[in-house]
């Protein structure tokens, strides 16, 4: 017999227990691996009794753990062909992070696929070497085995066709905000600069204020979030002043920022989220944390290979996409570092260092640019310039200045000369900008909305 019919099929055990360590791990991974996989899809027939059993009690509202399952398998009268109950901790210890089970079980679907090909092409070969029935019958049952395969357990989930009238009717869902009008949930925002311009600070500025329940650019207030900053540049020393400071600037408006809803990781000698090590120490910390919001950056010290190359970008852009799953769909804030200025030009490229690929990956992506009105370097004025087009229409100022409490101030205009509005400004500033001042607003109130 040929060896095309004696060959182990294409399969992936580890992925299989993979599946489901992280299954009895984490409801959200059940929510997920459903929607890819059916038990059909296993190779191991002990795995497909214990995901279907998974499923079964998930749909009946059941927890699903070790315990619970082993307690049902016994009662089904399965427990012992699946192994017993020390096989089911084996499948938990197996897994590193639940947070990649819809990778896994892509991955099964996939080679579930192939073994279905093998299968539909295998009885064709038979079929045809055994010239059974009519030449034109056996051609159409290969070409509907091969369908069955491509579209085994997935057919009746099919939506039915979606046409023009019933596409306009439906209503426009209203985003799942973190920050009103700035960011939803699984937004990606990429801010740029060259080497000490300010983005650090800029970010982490938008991520305590988000905490502190302070719109980022406005005098109003929103819902605190749950922040997660992950800095792999500065040390623990080098950022809790500025954390100090803008807590303190905080409380000073009014709010209490809960110590309880940040969580802060400092790696100065940066990660490497290509590696399994670094990316699923970095997925366990943000599946305990559970944040709204995570902060991280600066690129060029997430991998240790070569930023300009598309392999090194897209295991980096993996890994990022893995952390907000385990988030459960944070928004992110990334910094980048922007390339130097070409001899001769003024304003330096914002585009980030590294693949192209990263022009397109981000919802968001804009730089910090030293602007280039009278006064600017006083004032440290800087304009907010998209590098790539945003995917959503949200609520941008056009420039930042140097600010009192916080690092940066969000600007109005007036004419063409830049103008802050509710904060008071220094009698330098006052010389530098060479224009008349408004008198300074009234006392803080929470409900107003004017950019500050």
């Known amino acids: 017999m040929s060896d095309d019919f004696t060959r182990v099929p294409p399969q992936d055990l580890d992925a299989e227990q993979a599946v489901l360590g992280s299954m009895l791990l984490s409801k959200d991974a059940i929510l997920e691996v459903i929607e890819i996989l059916t038990g059909a899809d296993f190779y191991k027939p002990a795995h497909a009794t214990v995901f279907d059993t998974v499923c079964s009690m998930a749909v009946r509202g059941e927890p699903c753990d070790p315990i619970t399952v082993g307690g049902q398998l016994d009662k089904d009268g399965n427990l012992a062909r699946v192994g017993g109950s020390a096989y089911l901790h084996t499948l938990v210890e197996a897994v590193p992070t639940a947070a990649n089970a819809a990778w896994y079980a892509e991955r099964l679907r996939g080679l579930s696929l192939v073994r279905g090909v093998i299968e539909a092409g295998t009885r064709a070969v038979q079929s045809g ?3 059974d029935g009519d030449p034109q019958e056996i051609a159409e049952r290969a070409v509907a085995d091969m369908q069955a395969a491509r579209d085994r357990g997935l057919a009746a989930r099919d939506e039915p066709l979606l046409h023009l009238d019933e596409f306009l009717a439906q209503a426009d869902d209203e985003p799942e905000w973190v920050i009103p009008g700035v960011l939803a949930r699984w937004d990606r925002l990429m801010v740029t600069a060259g080497e000490g311009g300010g983005k650090s600070l800029f970010l982490r500025q938008m ?45 000073e408006e009014g709010a ?3 110590s309880s809803d940040l969580v802060l990781e400092f790696r100065p000698g940066g990660l490497d989220l290509t590696s399994p090590a670094d990316r699923s120490w970095l997925a366990r910390r943000v599946e305990q944390a559970r944040p709204d919001l995570i902060t991280i950056g600066p690129l060029y010290k997430l991998a240790l290979g070569n930023p300009n190359e598309e ?9 990022l996409e893995m952390l907000r799953t385990a988030s459960g769909g944070a928004a992110m804030l990334i910094e980048a570092h922007s390339p130097h200025a070409a001899p001769g030009v003024k304003r330096r490229d914002l585009r980030p260092i590294g693949s192209s690929l990263w022009l397109r990956w981000p ?22 310039v998209p590098w790539r087009g945003s995917r959503s229409e949200r609520s941008w100022p056009e420039q930042f200045m ?3 409490s916080w690092p940066w101030q969000a600007i109005d205009y007036a004419g063409n000369a830049p103008i802050p509005t509710g904060i008071t400004l220094t009698g330098d500033q006052v010389a530098a900008l060479g224009i008349d001042i408004p008198a300074p607003a009234g006392e803080f109130d929470p409900e107003q ?3 500050f």
Do not use: C
Not at 209 to 235: Q, T, Y
Not at 311 to 317: F, H, I, Q, V
């Open 207 to 251: 991520a305590m204020r988000a905490l502190s329940g302070l719109h980022p650019f406005k005098r109003a207030k929103i819902r605190p979030v749950r922040v997660m900053i992950v800095d792999v540049e500065n040390s623990k020393d080098q950022a809790r002043p500025w954390i100090r400071s803008m807590r303190a600037a905080a409380v």
């Open 449 to 451: 909305t004017e950019a």
């Open 311 to 319: 392999e090194t970008a897209r295991g980096l852009m993996s890994a």
């Open 129 to 131: 070497y055994a010239a």
């Open 402 to 404: 140097a600010g009192t």
């Open 363 to 384: 919802e968001f992506g804009f730089g910090l640019s030293p602007a280039a009105e009278v006064g600017s370097e006083e004032l440290r004025l800087v304009d907010w």
């Open 256 to 258: 209490t920022p809960r």
